[in-house]
């Protein structure tokens, strides 16, 4: 027992190897081995063995089979225990709880621990179990390509592959996609969140531009399309550290058997469209969920059913209307101008000369500012009208206190019939007719500036052409003028005669 306490002391104490331990006190290595590892599955610290008896220390050592017997029962828990970890509060201290309450003659804590974590290296559970379940959805495309071909022109045409997982079911998701840009990628993301049926807490992607503008370990810049995006789903985007691989090794353990399970048995096969090819990948994906895990009694999308499916959180009612920015100032009139459309939305009045974000999609524009969604409109795609809000308009609007619509029609019908039309116009195509009135007021100003019956010429000839706007009738004017004034000064008789004695004439210059 004195060479056992030495050896002990030795690895404990010295932290020496079986190897080095043989050297010094002349005992076989194989010898020393079995030794340590009985003491390390009794789970005794070294303390404690330092104080026992030679009768107590000699009883733990001959006690390894029962150990072992105690210890098979156990490993053939695991599996059951692998599966239950993933549910959300379950922790390995209280399968413990549970299990010495079943047995209540069974390993400690610590043999517990031990064995556990021993089974999950020595079996290759080709699952990990810290991994809660609903908690991450990892994401990356696969560095290998598939195609298809072009049926009119015989083309081949390269795809990316996406590849998403639920790490603690390893449920996965994968399809081509025509190339790796902001909307393909986001519309991938959006296939799978449907795909696995619910929405998990956090995206992981890996730190490409579609999705990450600028990686940071402490602070990482997120596309603010892609933000918008995980807002819609209630969900938050966690991208990878850069250069840390085992921040993704679930994602890219998944790429390699995509390639096994999916990219190698379709090798063969030709697709004639990227529909096709996508088929065929989920023929072979079904296939690849369905298969059981390696050393375990269920297959990934039974896993999913029974422990992850109902911890995502509620798919939203709609998909995600895929949106845009722009950023712009506010005009002095309090709008701004949505440039695809060239139609313009109110903001508040004390917002002009600021600037201000929109993000917009097919159906609103909401308009940001220092970060904060102020208003959203329904969209209106009608070029160069006015989406205004009432309560936008400052109270003392600038023209409210000296002017009204019938002012600005007396004023329009003292200058003539054509511009009363031109300004009745106006006033009418504005759902609030202040808005109007700037413009009214430029045209009438005209008059004043070139004559108003050049002026009312220029209105009679927008009504015709149907080409009511400020810009075009004070362009309208000036040119009339000028003409006008062109034309009187070829009328303009001179005041020499034809002929005179001074007049050399052009035979002189010949």
């Given at each position: 027992?004195?060479?056992?306490?030495?050896?002990?002391?030795?690895?404990?104490?010295?932290?020496?190897?079986?190897?080095?331990?043989?050297?010094?006190?002349?005992?076989?290595r194989?010898?020393?081995?079995?030794?340590?590892?009985?003491?390390?599955?009794?789970?005794?610290?070294?303390?404690?063995?330092?104080?026992?008896?030679?009768s107590?220390?000699?009883?733990?050592?001959s006690?390894?089979?029962?150990?072992?017997?105690?210890?098979?029962?156990?490993?053939?828990?695991?599996?059951?225990?692998?599966?239950?970890l993933?549910?959300?509060g379950?922790?390995?201290?209280l399968?413990?709880?549970?299990?010495?309450?079943?047995?209540?003659?069974?390993?400690?804590?610590?043999?517990?621990?031990?064995?556990?974590?021993?089974?999950?290296?020595?079996?290759?559970?080709?699952?990990?179990?810290?991994?809660?379940?609903?908690?991450?959805?990892?994401?990356?495309?696969?560095?290998?390509?598939?195609?298809?071909?072009?049926?009119?022109?015989?083309?081949?045409?390269?795809?990316?592959?996406?590849?998403?997982?639920?790490?603690?079911?390893?449920?996965?998701?994968?399809?081509?996609?025509?190339?790796?840009?902001?909307?393909?990628?986001?519309?991938?993301?959006?296939?799978?969140?449907?795909?696995?049926?619910?929405?998990?807490?956090?995206?992981?992607?890996?730190?490409?531009?579609?999705?990450?503008?600028?990686?940071?370990?402490?602070?990482?810049?997120?596309?603010?399309?892609?933000?918008?995006?995980?807002?819609?789903?209630?969900?938050?985007v966690?991208?990878?550290?850069?250069?840390?691989?085992?921040?993704?090794?679930?994602?890219?353990?998944?790429?390699?058997?995509?390639y096994?399970?999916?990219?190698?048995?379709?090798?063969?096969?030709?697709?004639?469209?990227?529909?096709?090819?996508?088929?065929?990948?989920?023929?072979?994906?079904?296939?690849?969920?369905?298969?059981?895990?390696?050393?375990?009694?269920?297959?990934?999308?039974?896993?999913?059913?029974?422990?992850?499916?109902?911890?995502?959180?509620?798919?939203?009612?709609?998909?995600?209307?895929?949106?845009?920015?722009?950023?712009?100032?506010?005009?002095?009139?309090?709008?701004?101008?949505?440039?695809?459309?060239?139609?313009?939305?109110?903001?508040?009045?004390?917002?002009?000369?600021?600037?201000?974000?929109?993000?917009?999609?097919?159906?609103?524009?909401?308009?940001?500012?220092?970060?904060?969604?102020?208003?959203?409109?329904?969209?209106?795609?009608?070029p160069?009208k006015?989406?205004?809000i009432?309560?936008?308009?400052?109270?003392?609007?600038?023209?409210?206190?000296?002017?009204?619509?019938?002012?600005?029609?007396r004023?329009?019908?003292?200058?003539?019939?054509?511009?009363?039309?031109?300004?009745?116009?106006?006033?009418?195509?504005?759902?609030?007719?202040?808005?109007?009135?700037?413009?009214?007021?430029?045209?009438?100003?005209?008059?004043k500036?070139?004559?108003?019956?050049?002026?009312?010429?220029?209105?009679?000839?927008?009504?015709?052409?149907?080409r009511v706007?400020?810009?075009?009738?004070?362009?309208?004017?000036?040119?009339?003028?000028?003409?006008?004034?062109?034309?009187?000064?070829?009328?303009?008789?001179?005041?020499?005669?034809?002929?005179?004695?001074?007049?050399?004439?052009?035979?002189?210059?010949?």
């Open positions: 027992m004195k060479q056992t306490r030495e050896i002990i002391r030795l690895k404990y104490v010295c932290d020496l190897s079986d190897r080095a331990i043989s050297s010094v006190t002349k005992i076989s194989p010898t020393v081995a079995k030794i340590c590892n009985t003491i390390k599955d009794s789970g005794f610290h070294y303390d404690k063995i330092k104080g026992m008896s030679d107590d220390l000699s009883s733990i050592i006690e390894k089979k029962i150990v072992s017997e105690k210890a098979e029962i156990l490993i053939a828990r695991f599996p059951q225990y692998a599966i239950e993933r549910k959300k379950v922790t390995q201290q399968l413990w709880e549970e299990y010495i309450n079943q047995y209540p003659d069974g390993l400690r804590s610590s043999q517990f621990g031990r064995l556990f974590n021993r089974w999950k290296n020595d079996k290759k559970i080709s699952m990990h179990i810290n991994h809660k379940a609903g908690d991450k959805m990892y994401i990356d495309y696969a560095g290998h390509k598939m195609n298809y071909i072009n049926r009119k022109t015989g083309e081949v045409i390269n795809t990316e592959i996406y590849v998403a997982i639920l790490p603690a079911s390893q449920l996965t998701y994968v399809e081509a996609s025509s190339s790796q840009n902001q909307e393909q990628f986001m519309r991938s993301t959006e296939r799978a969140i449907w795909y696995f049926g619910g929405v998990p807490s956090a995206l992981v992607p890996d730190n490409l531009k579609s999705g990450v503008i600028k990686a940071s370990i402490y602070e990482p810049e997120i596309n603010r399309l892609f933000a918008d995006f995980a807002d819609h789903y209630r969900t938050a966690v991208p990878t550290r850069a250069r840390k691989p085992k921040d993704k090794a679930h994602v890219e353990n998944a790429v390699k058997i995509c096994r399970r999916i990219f190698a048995p379709l090798r063969n096969d030709k697709f004639y469209s990227l529909e096709e090819l996508n088929e065929a990948i989920q023929i072979k994906l079904e296939l690849y969920n369905n298969k059981k895990l390696s050393n375990m009694t269920v297959s990934r999308r039974e896993l999913f059913e029974d422990v992850e499916k109902g911890e995502l959180n509620k798919l939203p009612v709609e998909r995600y209307p895929l949106k845009h920015t722009q950023d712009v100032k506010v005009a002095f009139n309090y709008h701004v101008q949505l440039k695809e459309d060239k139609h313009y939305y109110s903001v508040p009045y004390l917002l002009k000369g600021k600037e201000v974000r929109v993000i917009y999609d097919d159906r609103n524009v909401a308009i940001y500012s220092d970060n904060i969604r102020i208003v959203q409109h329904k969209r209106n795609r009608s160069h006015y989406t205004t009432k309560e936008h308009m400052p109270f003392n609007h600038r023209f409210a206190d000296n002017w009204d619509p019938e002012k600005i029609k004023w329009a019908e003292s200058i003539g019939k054509h511009t009363l039309w031109v300004v009745c116009y106006i006033l009418d195509s504005k759902k609030y007719p202040e808005q109007a009135y700037k413009s009214c007021m430029g045209i009438l100003g005209q008059a500036k070139h004559g108003g019956d050049f002026l009312e010429l220029a209105c009679r000839k927008a009504s015709n052409l149907e706007n400020y810009k075009f009738i004070c362009d309208e004017v000036s040119r009339i003028k000028d003409q006008y004034e062109k034309d009187q000064d070829d009328k303009q008789p001179s005041l020499l005669p034809e002929i005179h004695e001074n007049v050399r004439g052009q035979e002189y210059y010949n």
